[in-house]
């Protein structure tokens, strides 16, 4: 089995900083790519931003210049660095990652999700 366990989400005042990890653990043959969703209440969940085994990374818009993510590959690790946090910020923030597990003699790839961590930002 795999999972993804999130952490680092709070409470922050505008203009204030939090930083979320999310680990992928169980048995794992390969981690692809990993990233972090945002859903705020009553819409839907969109991509925040994502990153590739090999490091690139793709922002959504809105976040661009204020969000860093980054990965460590040998713990299956990643963390969204939030500067400048804005009250449009807030959401349940959900780690994402493409994951190949090989079970016996076959490989399968799917996509798994972390259980959401909460970012509430106030101004």
């Known amino acids: 089995q795999v999972q993804l366990v999130e952490s680092g989400g709070g409470s922050v005042q505008a203009g204030g900083s939090l930083r979320l990890s999310c680990v992928a653990s169980?048995?794992?043959?390969?981690?692809?790519?990993m990233g972090w969703y945002r859903q705020a209440p009553g819409k839907q969940r969109d991509l925040v931003a994502s990153i590739t085994s090999g490091g690139n990374s793709n922002y959504a818009d809105s976040v661009k210049g204020r969000f860093t993510i980054s990965r460590d590959n040998t713990q299956n690790t990643v963390v969204l660095q939030m500067n400048s946090l804005k009250p449009e910020d807030t959401a349940v923030y959900y780690c994402?990652?493409?994951?190949?597990?090989?079970?016996?003699?076959?490989?399968?790839?799917?996509?798994?999700w972390g259980q959401g961590t909460q970012v509430t930002v106030s101004s």
């Open positions: 994402k990652a493409t994951i190949t597990t090989k079970p016996g003699i076959n490989f399968y790839t799917n996509d798994y």
């Open positions: 169980g048995r794992i043959f390969k981690v692809n790519d």
